[in-house]
């Protein structure tokens, strides 16, 4: 999978996420301002709970909006062969058993996985420490991550 396939299909679950969130926002408002919300007495908090929930709803609606900007926006930048990693990066690590990872570095969506066939990419923000971790450093380098020590094989 190429990089610009890559970024698309993050894009794609991106939008899955922001319309559930925005079908669930608008769930939590109706709630909020349903009549039986109402409160009965001062102990009833049925409407303030549902209140609450709305607006949690409508904040995340709003961060998964401005990721969404965030990959739109941001520069396809090309790494060569012996590019540091960066924003944009696909990396590629590997461990002295032969385990290979494929991590994107991204604006934000970390925890995203994409299947591509037989091996999956994950993403990671520089904000992260296995992000930080990676962050300018060359194929070659070592970096020390939660799961063992891995060598930088490729920046693309």
């Not at 709630?31 to 409407?47: F, P």
């Not at 990676?134 to 693309?156: C, H, W």
Request: hydrophobic content about 40%.
């Amino acid at each position: 999978m190429n990089k610009k396939q890559l970024i698309a299909q993050i894009i794609c679950q991106l939008q899955a996420d922001l319309d559930m969130n925005i079908a669930a926002a608008n769930e939590a408002r109706e709630a909020a301002t349903h009549e039986e919300s109402v409160a009965e007495n001062q102990y009833d908090t049925l409407g303030l709970e549902a209140s609450y929930l709305a607006h949690g709803q409508s904040k995340r609606v709003q961060a998964l909006e401005v990721n969404l900007a965030d990959y739109r926006n941001m520069p396809q930048r090309e790494f060569s062969e012996d590019s540091a990693a960066g924003l944009g990066a696909l990396v590629t690590l590997e461990n002295n058993d032969g385990t290979m990872k494929r991590l994107f570095i991204g604006p934000a969506g970390g925890g995203i996985q994409i299947e591509d066939g037989s091996e999956t990419v994950f993403v990671i923000t520089p904000q992260s420490p296995i992000g930080q971790a990676l962050m300018g450093r060359y194929p070659g380098d070592i970096v020390k991550l939660p799961q063992g020590e891995f060598e930088i094989t490729a920046v693309s």
